[in-house]
């Protein structure tokens, strides 16, 4: 199964949430934590109500990738 992937960016000192399926009035946004706060509400609701992967992609100011969050199963992680 194919993942989901927002991504969220700065643009002119505002936050963007970029991805499918996402009302227009809730793209931008004046801080990072309210972008990251319903982009990682989105996944979640995606991955609980859907049964579909997601992926959240956070970017830095500069444009450099900061953190990322799957939601939905993951491999298994084996050392080695």
Do not use: N
Not at 2 to 31: E, L, N, Q, S
Not at 49 to 55: T, V
Request: glycine share 12%; with cysteine; net charge positive.
């Amino acid at each position: 199964m194919k993942r989901v992937i927002y991504r969220i960016m700065c643009f002119d000192g505002r936050w963007h949430i970029g991805g499918p399926r996402i009302v227009k009035a809730d793209r931008w946004h004046a801080t990072k934590t309210a972008a990251v706060g319903l982009a990682s509400a989105l996944c979640r609701w995606r991955w609980r109500i859907g049964g579909q992967l997601s992926q959240l992609v956070i970017h830095k100011r500069d444009g450099t990738i900061e953190e990322e969050r799957t939601y939905g199963r993951d491999p298994r992680r084996f050392k080695g």
